[in-house]
């Protein structure tokens, strides 16, 4: 009996066919993928107490080349943007900040008020030049998928014998609750503060009164993350309130005033798949 002639000789050839097109295909398809996958990742700079007067100026330039090259959504700096609150160090901060590609938002810090010796200008307008450099260079950042909710934890003056450290006041709470409230649908909460909250095991502390009630209200009020400077020193940790997770987090500083770490800040990458990660960058 004659043996039918089949076509198994060809079979080969056509699964090398197949697999030679589809693997130029994912060669074809790879750069558009990787496009999809940076435009669903949330990039931001995360950077602290840049203390004009006494900055680092070989850091602020790595910062800047680092901002241009990578392209945060936004640049979120948490205080202490000068050293004696003076006129000369604002203008040096709003030249820098305001030459930065793209949207920066600010909290002011302890620094951020006329200094000591100049009692008049804390007592009677402690908070002039901070706010004409808000108005000049803060900008919308605009985030479809985060908010960014600021609550202030520096004074010009209080009821305590250091008034460099934080405090949380209730109408100022209340507006960070409110802002919460109004982001409710976004999926990642932030909310800025120049003092930690709590203190995190770092050299330098915040002794923020009234900072772990707050952080618990926050807690309850859906903030992810509270992102905060001062010590200049990074950190990470996460607490729980009542079974909810609140991240906290530090920026170290771009300044001469470096205590255990090199100058650096923050970079954070949030995706809805993987959630939030955060990099200290240093120089
Ligand atoms: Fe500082």
């Given amino acids: ?20 097109r589809l693997y130029l ?21 995360h950077v602290s107490d840049l203390h004009f007067g006494y900055e680092d ?6 910062f800047a080349g680092e901002v241009a090259r990578l392209r945060p959504a936004a640049v979120i700096c948490t205080g202490d943007l000068t050293m004696r609150g003076t006129p000369r160090e604002f203008e040096m901060a ?12 600010l909290e002011p810090g302890n ?11 804390r007592a009677t307008r402690p908070w002039r030049e901070y706010d004409a450099l808000e108005r000049a260079v803060e ?60 203190d995190a095991g770092t050299e330098g502390s915040g002794s923020t009164r009234g900072g772990r009630r707050a952080l618990a209200e926050l807690a309850r009020a859906g903030a992810d993350v509270v992102l905060s400077g001062h010590v200049h020193d990074p950190f990470d940790v996460t607490l729980e309130f009542d079974g909810l997770p609140i991240r906290l987090v530090g ?21 809805a798949d993987s959630g939030l990660r955060v990099t200290v960058r240093s120089v």
């Fill in 94 to 105: 709003r030249e820098w900040l305001a030459a930065l590609p793209v949207p920066v938002t």
């Fill in 1 to 20: 009996m004659r043996e039918q002639p089949t076509n198994d000789t060809r079979q080969p050839a056509n699964a090398d066919g197949r697999s030679v």
């Fill in 139 to 198: 900008g919308d950042p605009n985030l479809p998928d985060a908010a960014v909710v600021p609550l202030r934890t520096a004074a010009a003056a209080q009821w305590r014998f250091n008034w460099s450290k934080g405090r949380v006041a209730p109408r100022d709470l209340a507006a960070a609750l409110q802002g919460l409230a109004h982001n409710a649908a976004k999926p990642l909460r932030l909310v800025t503060t120049h003092h930690p909250l709590i």
């Fill in 25 to 45: 295909l994912a060669i074809l398809l790879a750069p558009l993928a990787a496009v999809l996958l940076l435009a669903a990742m949330l990039t931001l700079f």
């Fill in 251 to 271: 920026a170290g500083t771009l300044s001469c005033r470096l205590r255990a770490s090199r100058p650096g800040f923050n970079l954070l990458e949030w995706s």
């Fill in 111 to 121: 620094h951020d008020v006329p200094y000591y010796w100049y009692p008049f200008a």
């Fill in 57 to 62: 100026r070989a850091a602020l330039d790595w």
